[in-house]
């Protein structure tokens, strides 16, 4: 991401319908991504493998209860290592979001634990990295992209590849301009996460910032 996130966009006639919609739109997969789609080889080349950090809102939707949660906060990434979700609002906390470990802190209490064998956390949390870092290669290795992009913003759909993945993720839904603006995760209970992000910045992070993963 020399800006952020991975692509899935709308052309010509369909653009507006998307567009005039958000990143809830099914129809954005009745557009597979094609190996010659010249809007994604653009997309793609305005990322970058950097370091990066964003405000972020963070709106939880519990299908069974018609609820939603709203948190706000901090987010990191640091390539290889993890993200770290630095929550302000509604109360601190946080998480960071590693390869082979997730660890939680609320107040004084810390929670370490070990999902090396979970093999749908695990693709999943690569999953999100990936899609910070504009690493698209192992993002086509474990999803069937889909994209669409019109008048500056896109759209990317990422659906598991993977049988055990699929039964609980069911799709994920990028939507950007110059940096990735959102992210959405359905889950097939009906559930769903939706990121919105501002203030995005790809840099190299600071000594107080890279502490954060040392907890």
Same mark, same amino acid.
């Given at each position: 991401?020399?800006?952020?996130?991975?692509?899935?966009?709308?052309?010509?006639?369909?653009?507006?319908?998307?567009?005039?919609?958000?990143?809830?739109?099914?129809?954005?997969?009745?557009?597979?991504?094609?190996?010659?789609?010249?809007?994604?080889?653009?997309?793609?080349?305005?990322?970058?493998?950097?370091?990066?950090?964003?405000?972020?809102?963070?709106?939880?939707?519990?299908?069974?209860?018609?609820?939603?949660?709203?948190?706000?906060?901090?987010?990191?990434?640091?390539?290889?290592?993890?993200?770290?979700?630095?929550?302000?609002?509604?109360?601190?906390?946080?998480?960071?979001?590693?390869?082979?470990?997730? +660890?939680?802190? &609320?107040? $004084?209490?810390? !929670?370490?634990?070990? *999902? =090396?064998?979970?093999?749908?956390?695990?693709?999943?949390?690569?999953?999100?990295?990936?899609?910070?870092?504009?690493?698209?290669?192992?993002?086509?290795?474990?999803?069937?992209?889909?994209?669409?992009?019109?008048?500056?913003?896109?759209?990317?759909?990422?659906?598991?590849?993977?049988?055990?993945? +699929?039964?609980? &993720?069911? $799709?994920?839904? !990028?939507?950007?301009? *110059? =940096?990735?603006?959102?992210?959405?995760?359905?889950?097939?209970?009906?559930?769903?996460?939706?990121?919105?992000?501002?203030?995005?910045?790809?840099?190299?992070?600071?000594?107080?910032?890279?502490?954060?993963?040392?907890?």
């Amino acid at each position: 991401m020399s800006r952020i996130f991975p692509v899935v966009l709308f052309f010509c006639c369909f653009a507006a319908t998307v567009f005039s919609a958000d990143i809830y739109d099914e129809s954005i997969y009745s557009h597979p991504l094609q190996a010659d789609d010249s809007g994604f080889e653009t997309v793609k080349n305005s990322f970058s493998t950097s370091s990066m950090t964003a405000d972020y809102i963070q709106i939880k939707t519990i299908k069974s209860l018609d609820k939603k949660l709203e948190s706000s906060g901090r987010m990191i990434l640091l390539p290889g290592t993890g993200i770290a979700w630095i929550t302000e609002k509604p109360y601190a906390s946080k998480m960071i979001v590693g390869r082979n470990s997730m +660890k939680q802190q &609320v107040g $004084s209490r810390i !929670i370490t634990m070990d *999902v =090396s064998g979970n093999g749908i956390y695990l693709s999943i949390a690569e999953a999100l990295e990936s899609i910070f870092a504009g690493d698209f290669s192992r993002l086509e290795d474990v999803f069937d992209l889909y994209f669409v992009s019109s008048g500056g913003g896109w759209f990317l759909g990422l659906v598991p590849k993977d049988s055990n993945v +699929k039964s609980f &993720v069911h $799709s994920i839904t !990028i939507g950007g301009s *110059v =940096s990735i603006d959102t992210v959405l995760m359905r889950e097939n209970s009906g559930d769903s996460i939706l990121y919105k992000l501002k203030n995005v910045e790809q840099r190299k992070l600071t000594a107080d910032e890279e502490k954060e993963f040392s907890f």
